[in-house]
């Protein structure tokens, strides 16, 4: 796991202020990216929807686009570049570097003190020790050092070995998966998946889950998923969070019909046999302003 270094002074840097709430957001996304990834700074520009998703940044290039008038981003061939990124940050060389050091040097003390049996002897404890020879020594014990406290909450990513929940008690664990055998709600977190839609938070998992119930009422219930699916992929606000999903949803499912069919009303109208993806497409970029105002 690598890390990325934000001064102290960052949350009232001027560039930072003068970039907003969602350009500070989306900011913060592409630095935890580029490190992650070790990019040096480089942003893909096919990235940025999917980093200001994370952040449910909806106006994504308005912040794009106040990141690099203030100077923190700087446009580039591909993408976008984090302005000094590299002052502050190891380079991807370095990175790489010691980490290969750290395996060498891990797999050579393996080497030197592993036993016969495979387990291995602490620095202190000679391999020719006849007591409880076979028996793993546990460093910290050797040492004479207290146990490390546990931390609450338990450290993302999980530590090795993963802790076993028990039996009696799994029932009552929660997890964000989508998995699942309803070929319904697949078709639905199947679409999410291909427009790059990230599941982030047990509580969008389950507002996704209520939209398909409510959608499994509909006579034309994988039609309408397909539909819907189809008219997220033309949105260009990046307005794609559960929100967006429940607007669409709620509209099409009040005015019985299909996302991307006129609503009633409409001028010049369709013949019943015409199929629903020739019709006109609603702007759901307006209806969700209207509805955001609405309960706004």
């Given at each position: 796991?690598?890390?990325?270094?934000?001064?102290?002074?960052?949350?009232?840097?001027?560039?930072?202020?003068?970039?907003?709430?969602?350009?500070?957001?989306?900011?913060?996304s592409a630095l935890c990216h580029c490190g992650r990834n070790l990019t040096d700074g480089f942003v893909?520009?096919?990235?940025?929807?999917?980093?200001?998703?994370?952040?449910?940044?909806y106006d994504w290039q308005a912040a794009v686009n106040a990141l690099v008038e203030v100077g923190l981003w700087e446009a580039v061939d591909g993408g976008y570049q984090v302005s000094n990124y590299l002052e502050f940050n190891p380079p991807r060389a370095k990175v790489e570097a010691q980490r290969e050091a750290r395996a060498e040097r891990q797999a050579r003390w393996?080497?030197?003190?592993?036993?016969?049996?495979?387990?291995?002897?602490?620095?202190?404890?000679?391999?020719?020790?006849?007591?409880?020879?076979?028996?793993?020594?546990?460093?910290y014990e050797t040492r004479d050092r207290q146990p490390l406290p546990v931390p609450d909450p338990v450290p993302d990513p999980v530590p090795d070995p993963v802790p076993v929940v028990a039996p009696e008690r799994a029932s009552a664990t929660t997890t964000t998966t989508t998995t699942t055998a309803d070929p319904l709600t697949a078709?639905?977190?199947?679409?999410?998946?291909?427009?790059?839609?990230?599941?982030t938070s047990q509580m969008q998992a389950e507002a996704y889950n209520d939209l398909v119930s409510r959608i499994r009422g509909h006579p034309q219930a994988e039609a309408f998923i397909a539909q819907l699916m189809a008219e997220a992929a033309k949105s260009t606000s990046g307005r794609i969070?559960?929100?967006?999903?429940?607007?669409?949803?709620e509209r099409c499912l009040r005015e019985g019909r299909l996302p991307g069919a006129r609503g009633p009303g409409a001028q010049g109208g369709r013949s019943r046999d015409a199929p629903a993806h020739n019709a006109a497409a609603t702007n759901w970029d307006a209806v969700q302003r209207e509805m955001e105002g609405r309960h706004g």
């Amino acid at each position: 796991m690598s890390w990325i270094k934000l001064d102290d002074q960052f949350s009232t840097n001027d560039k930072v202020l003068a970039a907003g709430k969602d350009g500070r957001e989306l900011h913060i996304s592409a630095l935890c990216h580029c490190g992650r990834n070790l990019t040096d700074g480089f942003v893909d520009g096919r990235m940025v929807r999917q980093l200001a998703a994370m952040f449910e940044v909806y106006d994504w290039q308005a912040a794009v686009n106040a990141l690099v008038e203030v100077g923190l981003w700087e446009a580039v061939d591909g993408g976008y570049q984090v302005s000094n990124y590299l002052e502050f940050n190891p380079p991807r060389a370095k990175v790489e570097a010691q980490r290969e050091a750290r395996a060498e040097r891990q797999a050579r003390w393996r080497a030197e003190h592993r036993r016969d049996d495979g387990t291995f002897c602490d620095d202190d404890q000679s391999v020719d020790d006849d007591s409880d020879v076979g028996a793993p020594v546990a460093r910290y014990e050797t040492r004479d050092r207290q146990p490390l406290p546990v931390p609450d909450p338990v450290p993302d990513p999980v530590p090795d070995p993963v802790p076993v929940v028990a039996p009696e008690r799994a029932s009552a664990t929660t997890t964000t998966t989508t998995t699942t055998a309803d070929p319904l709600t697949a078709l639905f977190f199947g679409g999410l998946a291909r427009l790059g839609v990230l599941v982030t938070s047990q509580m969008q998992a389950e507002a996704y889950n209520d939209l398909v119930s409510r959608i499994r009422g509909h006579p034309q219930a994988e039609a309408f998923i397909a539909q819907l699916m189809a008219e997220a992929a033309k949105s260009t606000s990046g307005r794609i969070t559960p929100r967006w999903f429940e607007v669409v949803t709620e509209r099409c499912l009040r005015e019985g019909r299909l996302p991307g069919a006129r609503g009633p009303g409409a001028q010049g109208g369709r013949s019943r046999d015409a199929p629903a993806h020739n019709a006109a497409a609603t702007n759901w970029d307006a209806v969700q302003r209207e509805m955001e105002g609405r309960h706004g």
